[in-house]
């Protein structure tokens, strides 16, 4: 059974920086691919960053490149996202999702519990 855990988060201050873990398991880590959700308050889910299984491929949505990294240790079976110069509008409960397919056509079948990130201005 897939299982994904996510820790890393928390309040801080506009320009800060967190680190988010997922702790993965349950499947063979190279085969899936590893991706970061967030949903803000009151607004629907969006894809933040993802990592393809195998070709280790990264991906992220415009308003987090160059300040949000996405990385892994496979002899862990962590994925990590890396924020920097966090600002409120990064505001959100940050999920971590597993799907087989790659990243460019993952729906994400297996979900964490969620991380809250709160960014004060």
């Known amino acids: 059974e897939v299982h994904l855990v996510e820790s890393g988060g928390g309040l801080v201050q506009a320009g800060g920086s967190l680190r988010l873990s997922c702790a993965a398991s349950?499947?063979?880590?190279?085969?899936?691919?590893v991706g970061w959700v967030r949903q803000p308050p009151g607004k629907k889910r969006e894809g933040v960053s993802c990592m393809s299984g195998g070709s280790g491929s990264t991906y992220y949505r415009d308003s987090v490149k160059g300040r949000f990294t996405i990385s892994s240790d496979s002899a862990k079976k962590m994925v990590y996202l890396q924020m920097n110069s966090l600002q409120p509008e990064d505001t959100a409960v940050y999920y971590c999702?597993?799907?087989?397919?790659?990243?460019?056509?993952?729906?994400?079948?297996?979900w964490g519990q969620g991380t809250q990130v709160t960014v004060s201005s």
């Open positions: 999702a597993a799907d087989r397919k790659n990243c460019t056509q993952a729906n994400f079948d297996h």
């Open positions: 349950g499947f063979v880590f190279g085969d899936y691919s």
